[in-house]
């Protein structure tokens, strides 16, 4: 079993900057990816970005400029430092992390994030 926990959430004005982090414990596999997804009141879960255990990362057009994802390896931690907020990043963002033979993908309980105008 895999298990994942958020923290850094909150409430931010425009503008303004947040981290997130994630701390992953249990069975993870050495080559897993990891990630953030958000899903925002009446709207479908959308993936904010993705890192691979190599580093390759992907993202979101919306957030590309403005979010980085990061993590340390040595201890499943996945890190989400995201600038010049909008309104519209407001969403409860959940941590993920896919690995396993064959792979599995896990969910956090996830972080709320509001960002003001």
Same mark, same amino acid.
């Given at each position: ?7 850094? #959430?909150?409430?931010? !004005? $425009?503008? %303004?900057?947040? &981290?997130?982090?994630? /701390?992953?414990?249990? *069975?993870?596999?050495?080559? +897993?990816?990891? #990630?953030?997804?958000? !899903? $925002?009141? %009446?709207?479908? &879960?959308?993936?904010? /970005?993705?890192?691979a *255990?190599?580093?390759?990362? +992907?993202?979101?057009d ?5 979010f980085?994802i990061? &993590?340390d ?8 430092q ?6 519209e ?6 941590c ?6 064959p ?15």
């Amino acid at each position: 079993q895999v298990q994942l926990v958020e923290s850094g #959430g909150g409430l931010v !004005q $425009a503008g %303004g900057s947040l &981290r997130l982090s994630c /701390a992953g414990s249990g *069975s993870i596999s050495a080559f +897993n990816t990891m #990630g953030w997804s958000r !899903q $925002a009141p %009446g709207k479908e &879960r959308e993936v904010v /970005a993705v890192i691979a *255990s190599g580093g390759d990362t +992907n993202y979101a057009d919306s957030v590309k400029g403005r979010f980085t994802i990061s &993590r340390d390896n040595s201890k499943n931690l996945v890190y989400l430092q995201m600038n010049s907020l909008k309104p519209e990043d407001t969403a409860v963002y959940f941590c993920s992390i896919r690995c396993g033979v064959p792979p599995l993908l896990y969910w956090g309980q996830g972080t709320q994030v509001t960002v003001s105008s």
